[in-house]
């Protein structure tokens, strides 16, 4: 079992440009988190699927992010036009379904300069 | 929504010294309590989770301690060692999937 797998573990983007991040969820798992980390707002939830179907996506900003999970073997979290506000970890977790364990990928460290 | 507060933020122990984190939460529907443990430049590594119906669990040199009552999580490290020495975060969930993480507690602990 690898775990969780996240690519590329860096990614740095000029202002405005579009950055695409992927998650492989592990195998078997229904459910698959995006998260986001920075020092100053620390570990925010983003998105949520479950057996592929977006669920619940209340912690994504609405305008230049969207999630989606075509297959059950990988998600993408995709950023348009990225500002630098963006800079953070990025996080992929996935999971049995609810109240049992959660497991994280090493996140992707998103750089917009 | 669910608040979270972790203390303390910044913990430095001796080598087979304990170190204790807690966390209160406010959601008293909170059903699913875990901690992490987060290396420089690495993931969130799960420690250990437990459910509601459980106050207190050991693993390995780790002890969980669930008061439903006070609201209260905490983690104790017993013999830490150097290769403890990393971020903590707890994390709770009272909708079966979207975890609420504390701040985080860096723990030092000197050899």
């Known amino acids: 079992n690898a775990g969780v797998i996240q690519t590329p573990r860096h990614k740095v983007t000029g202002k405005g440009q579009e950055a695409t991040l992927w998650c492989e969820p592990i195998?078997?798992?229904?459910?698959v988190f995006w998260y986001r980390q920075t020092i100053v707002q620390g570990l925010e939830f983003l998105t949520y699927?479950?057996?592929?179907?977006?669920?619940?996506d209340s912690g994504m900003p609405k305008e230049r992010f969207s999630a989606q999970m075509p297959n059950q073997s990988h998600s993408t979290l995709k950023i348009q036009s990225t500002q630098p506000q963006d800079s953070a970890v990025y996080l992929c977790?996935?999971?049995?379904?609810?109240?049992?364990?959660?497991?994280f990928g090493k996140g992707t460290r998103l750089t917009v300069v | 929504g669910e608040q979270v507060e972790q203390r303390p933020p910044h913990l430095s122990v001796r080598e087979g010294d304990s170190a204790i984190i807690i966390c209160t939460y406010t959601?008293?529907?909170?059903?699913?309590f875990s901690w992490y443990k987060q290396e420089a430049g690495a993931g969130l590594q799960l420690l250990m989770s437990?459910?509601?119906?459980?106050d207190r669990k050991e693993e390995q040199g780790l002890t969980v301690l669930l008061n439903k009552k006070d609201k209260r999580l905490s983690l104790n490290l017993t013999a830490a060692h150097p290769g403890d020495s990393a971020v903590y975060f707890c994390?709770?969930?009272?909708?079966?999937?979207?975890?609420?993480f504390g701040t985080g507690t860096s723990l030092l602990v000197d050899p």
């Open positions: 977790a996935s999971s049995f379904p609810v109240n049992t364990e959660v497991f």
């Open positions: 195998s078997g798992h229904s459910a």
């Open positions: 699927f479950r057996n592929q179907a977006p669920i619940d």
């Open positions: 959601d008293s529907a909170t059903a699913y």
């Open positions: 437990v459910l509601s119906n459980v």
């Open positions: 994390a709770v969930s009272n909708m079966g999937y979207k975890l609420t």
